[in-house]
């Protein structure tokens, strides 16, 4: 594989990175272009990057938090972000389809799981499908059960990772 890059995303990253968001998730999981510029502004820290070959063909993105609230669909639009806060919330794991199941989420995950712990954060949270338990459980997160929030109409579990 070629060589792969991590870096925070800056603004000019904003149209490729929706573009890999609607192409990755349904219309109505997948965040707007606006929702993806904000938390770039906000939080680019918590946004990063994968590249190959000078081209994103990833992301994760994130926010800040002292209180975990995961059913909470304002943190999605950064109400309630703060930079400071030890917790990690998750928001997006994202591989543009052209590089999904090579194992890119794997890496994209170990290596955000690092960066998180440089920032000095104690905690990981994300909310995801059924499907994708397996993986997340695979880095260390422990399953917390279902969530209250049925963003998108769906079924979520909590999940968490102590750091």
Same mark, same amino acid.
């Given at each position: ?18 573009? #890999? ?24 820290? *918590? ?15 994130? *926010? ?16 309630? %972000? ?7 919330? #998750? ?33 990981? %949270? ?12 695979? %880095? *260390?997160?422990?399953?917390? *059960? ?10 979520? %579990? ?6």
């Amino acid at each position: 594989m070629s060589k792969l890059h991590f870096r925070q995303a800056t603004e000019q990253d904003t149209d490729r990175c929706f573009a #890999i968001e609607t192409s990755a998730y349904s219309a109505s999981q997948a965040a707007s272009k606006e929702k993806i510029l904000k938390r770039i502004k906000t939080y680019s820290q *918590g946004f990063i990057v994968l590249e190959k070959e000078n081209q994103i063909i990833g992301f994760i993105n994130a *926010g800040a938090c002292f209180a975990v609230q995961l059913a909470d669909d304002d943190f999605k639009q950064m109400i309630g %972000h703060d930079s400071l806060g030890d917790k990690t919330v #998750i928001m997006s794991v994202v591989v543009h389809p052209d590089y999904q199941r090579q194992g890119i989420a794997n890496i994209m995950l170990k290596n955000f799981i690092e960066h998180t712990k440089n920032l000095k954060k104690t905690e990981i %949270h994300l909310m995801c499908e059924t499907a994708l338990i397996d993986l997340y459980a695979r %880095h *260390g997160f422990i399953e917390l *059960g279902i969530s209250d929030s049925n963003y998108a109409g769906l079924n979520w %579990h909590e999940m968490s990772l102590t750091l």
